[in-house]
T-cell receptor, first 113, second 114 residues
Framework: DADVTQTPRNRITKTGKRIMLECSQT?????MYWYRQDPGLGLRLIYY???????NKGEISDGYSVSRQAQAKFSLSLESAIPNQTALYFC????????????FGEGSRLTVL | GENVEQHPSTLSVQEGDSAVIKCTYS??????FPWYKQELGKGPQLIID?????GEKKDQRIAVTLNKTAKHFSLHITETQPEDSAVYFC?????????????FGTGTRLTVIP
């Protein structure tokens, strides 16, 4: 089983719908992240959390919200999806005081029509 | 914030040849420079990293070089193999305990032709 699991892996939705992407990890890491990947733009940080009580905005947080339900769970919500939120979304984890390595899930592909 | 530029966006090489991917960064405070490899349908995976107190680091067929003065760092892959075909991302950050906010480059799609 993957250490960082994202659900759903693929989702097609319509403009205006609320969408939640979920991430769970078995690595025991304190830190969790949500990144967005677009062709030609690389990976951009949406939100990150260093522990259950700590949530921080990244580069591109507008239109997104997150919830850290437990150390192992970090979900990303789009309250009212719009077409330019069509992208590949990655959850990642890292360990406090570690080398800095991020461990990524396999991605959630979201299409907003 | 940090701005990382990566070139080229695509690179094709013959099997056995070398491949070089270059990145520049804007924030002189950045001190941690990892490289990630993303295979088709998977998330990125760290392949090598370098810190600002080191000029070069090698791991078998891959190496990374860093020029702090010019704010350049590069990935070198020697004796390329078909399994090296993937998208490669460079990244930069000011790494300290409690901070892992990486800024990624836009990626290089490497194709190794058998």
């Amino acid at each position: 089983d993957a250490d960082v699991t994202q659900t759903p892996r693929n989702r097609i939705t319509k403009t205006g719908k609320r969408i939640m992407l979920e991430c769970s990890q078995t690595k025991g890491h304190d830190r969790m992240y949500w990144y967005r990947q677009d062709p030609g733009l690389g990976l951009r940080l949406i939100y990150y959390s260093f522990d259950v009580k700590d949530i921080n905005k990244g580069e591109i947080s507008d239109g997104y919200s997150v919830s850290r339900q437990a150390q192992a769970k970090f979900s990303l919500s789009l309250e009212s999806a719009i077409p330019n939120q069509t992208a590949l979304y990655f959850c990642a984890t890292s360990d406090l005081g570690s080398t800095g390595e991020l461990f990524f899930g396999e991605g959630s592909r979201l299409t907003v029509l | 914030g940090e701005n990382v530029e990566q070139h080229p966006s695509t690179l094709s090489v013959q099997e056995g040849d070398s491949a070089v991917i270059k990145c520049t960064y804007s924030d002189s405070a950045s001190n941690y420079f990892p490289w990630y490899k993303q295979e088709l349908g998977k998330g990125p995976q760290l392949i090598i990293d370098i810190r600002s107190n080191v000029g070069e680091k090698k791991d078998q067929r891959i190496a990374v070089t860093l020029n702090k003065t010019a704010k350049h760092f590069s990935l070198h892959i020697t004796e390329t193999q078909p399994e090296d075909s993937a998208v490669y991302f460079c990244a930069a950050s000011y790494f300290q305990t409690g901070a892992n906010n990486l800024f990624f480059g836009t990626g290089t799609r490497l194709t190794v032709i058998p």
